[in-house]
Every structure is written in C-alpha cells, then in structure tokens.
C-alpha cells in the first residue's frame, strides 16, 4: 500500500525514516521537505504529488508524518493508518514531541517492524503489541509464550490473548454523543447531526463472548443505509455506523444484536452518525441593537431544553462580529468570554450547564468608520458542545 514512511521536525530534519518498497528513493524525502514542510505558500491540501509520488501528511504539533507511495492507494486508509501510528506512539510514550520521538526511537522502529510489512499495515492494536513490544528492555520468553503470541497475531482473534485472569468480572459501557448544531438568526436550522460513540472497559477472564441488543427504535436495512420512514414512525434513522473488528457484523445484520469478544481493557466498541429528526437540546436567541454607526449591542440567550436530570459540557458558543470592529466589552453570567479578532468572533465557553437552564451574555461592539455603505450580514452563530 504504502512505499515508506517519514517522520520530521518543524526545521525539515529527519528524525524516523522507514522505507518498505524499493520504488522509494532517499529524494522521496528530500522532495516534501522542499515542496512542503519549506515551501512558501501554506499548504492546505493533506496530499500532495510530486514527481508521480504521493504524499500523505498529517501534523501534530511541531511533527510531520508522511506516507509516500507512488501507487494509486485508498487516501481514507493511509490516513487512518496514520492516525493509528499516532495513537500506538501516544500509548506507548505519552505526548508526540520531537524529544519523546528522539528518546524512543528504537521503540518506534520496533513498533513500524510489527505495524506495517511490505508496505500493508498488520497489526496496530496497541494491546497485542504491547504483549511483545515492551518498554523494559528485553525479557526472555518461554516457548508457551512464544506459541500464545503467535496464536494471537496470526488466529482469528488477535485482539485478546489467552489465559488472562480476574478476581472481579466487569465490563462498563459509557455512550457518548456530539451534537453539532447551526441555526440562522431567524431560529431556522441550517445543519445539525448526532456523532456518538460507546465506549467499552471490559475486565473479564477466560475468552467471554458478549452481546446486548438494540431497540426498535433504531431502525437500519442491511446495507447499512437508514430505514425507510415508512417502517416505524418512532425510528430512529442512523446515517452510518462503525465497529471495533471484534463485532460479529453478521449477526448485527440479521438480529439487530451486536456479539463480541472483547479485547481487554479501554477501547472504542462503536461509532454512528444521524441528521434525521434530532430534538434541539439548546434554543439560543440573539437580539442586536444598532446605537448609531458607531455601535452595536449585542445579547444572547442560550436555554437548555432537555431534562433536569442530564448535564451539558464543554459548551462553545461562536458569534460572529463586523470586519470593522475596533473593540468588544463583554459581561457574561456564566462561564467565560474572549473577542478573538482574527476569527471575528466572540467565543463563549461554558463548562457545563444542567437541563431546562438559562444563561445570557451581552457585548458591546464598537466600530471603525467605513465608507462602505453595505449593512453587515449578520452570519449566523455556532455552538458545539458533549
């Protein structure tokens, strides 16, 4: 799939350079340093082509990695591997930082051996690595180990090793959902979907397989695309969904249920997205008053509509402001409020907020005179928030 993989600093310097085909030269490298990492103009797009060679980049923090092929390869797959790469890093050492990647680089070597072979990604959950890749030197293995960790990479479930053992059996699934909500100020939704996710903590012993069901509410045909209307009035319609590999889709097409055996410890057991009829947990009402050419005054109040009982966090409320504004005075009654003038916007944020609430914050805007007569558009505001 992929030729090599590169890892730089903020200066274009290599710090891990690993190639698996021998299509890749060492002027691969060279190559996105200059038209890249060093080129004049900002770089917007995450894949670049240079000389019949692709790059796939992605940046965190002052570091780049690049995946290079000179193949035409899926782009959504080399990028999720990237990101899995990221992730194993981040497991085994904390951070992703040019020290941290200087401090473990024999680590990370070991780790791109096991992860990627001949260019196609392997293996990258970071549980079975860590069952033979360890951070305490190395450590003799009897033969009985040596066989358990063949079996587990190359067996069916790779995910979970044999033998592990517990006092207490446990396993604990937490939903989370991420509601992305835009409204004009006229109280009309322009965009709005559901993100959520479950999360799984399974402490169990032996090989365990679980299943929980789903209710009818949840309505999907067996390509994955969202029950027709018709089926059940009270459905709920979900866009598309994705699972860790230990779910048996089989059995979620034909039953609804969703069987597993789970890997051990913290990890994501699901994904799913909706846009089809979402209750607006939030109103929010802005009033603006023009105070001559020189002013504005703007109030927002935002009102929780869902029940007492259940929390709101993590609110983030954007309101935009004019080009021409000169200075913002803010008084807030609840949480925290910046004028950030490069984004001309005042960013609201709340740490959380408790159901069939009501909080306000008002600004006062002053404006730089212009000899544009065209009256501000007013964009409309955006909130996010878990």
């Given amino acids: ?46 894949v670049t082509n240079i000389a019949r060679t692709s790059y796939f980049h992605i940046k965190r923090s002052n570091l780049w990695l690049a995946a290079v092929t000179k193949q035409n390869v899926n782009a959504t797959m080399v990028f999720e591997f990237l990101l899995k790469v990221v992730e194993v890093m981040q497991n085994y050492f904390g951070k992703i930082s040019e020290e941290n990647v200087k401090n473990n680089f024999v680590l990370i070597y070991e780790l791109l051996d096991e992860i990627v072979d001949f260019g196609y990604p392997q293996n990258t959950d970071t549980g079975v690595l860590k069952t033979f890749i360890t951070q305490q030197g190395v450590k003799s293995v009897t033969k009985e180990e040596q066989a358990a960790i063949t079996s587990q990479v190359t067996g069916q479930i790779g995910w979970r090793r044999e033998g592990i053992k517990y006092r207490r059996n446990e396993l604990f699934l937490d939903v ?33 397989e679980c299943k929980f069901g789903i209710n009818d509410k949840i309505a ?32 979620f097409e034909s039953e609804h249920a969703i069987s597993f055996i789970p890997p051990d410890g913290e990890n994501e057991l699901m994904r799913y997205r909706t846009t089809k009829d979402i209750s607006l947990p939030f109103r929010v009402i802005p009033l603006v008053r023009e105070v001559g050419r020189a002013k504005l005054e703007v109030k927002v109040v935002v009102k929780s509509n ?55 914050i008002s600004a006062e805007i002053e404006l730089l005179e212009t000899e544009t007569k065209k009256k501000w558009t007013r964009p409309p505001i955006s909130m996010n928030f878990e």
């Fill in 306 to 360: 869902f029940k007492p009982s259940l929390l709101a966090q993590k609110i983030e409320i954007r309101i935009p402001t004019p080009l021409n504004t000169s200075g913002v005075q803010l008084i807030c009654m609840k949480g925290k409020a910046k004028y950030k003038a490069s984004e001309n916007a005042i960013v609201w944020k709340i740490k959380r907020m408790g159901g069939m609430k009501e909080s306000q």
């Fill in 176 to 208: 989370m959902e991420y509601v992305n909500l835009l409204m004009s100020p006229q109280g009309q939704v322009l965009s709005a979907h559901v993100a959520g996710k479950i999360l799984m903590k399974s402490y169990l012993s032996g090989m365990p």
């Fill in 220 to 251: 999907m045909d067996s390509k994955g695309k969202p029950a027709e209307e018709s089926k059940t009035k009270s459905a709920i319609a979900i866009d598309d969904c994705q699972f860790h590999q230990c779910v048996k889709l089989s059995k």
């Fill in 1 to 46: 799939m992929i030729g090599g993989l590169f890892c730089y600093n903020h200066k274009g310097e290599v710090l891990i350079s690993r190639v698996y085909r021998d299509d890749i030269g060492r002027n691969a490298v060279d190559a996105f340093r200059v038209n890249v990492i060093h080129a004049r103009g900002q770089v917007r797009s995450p």
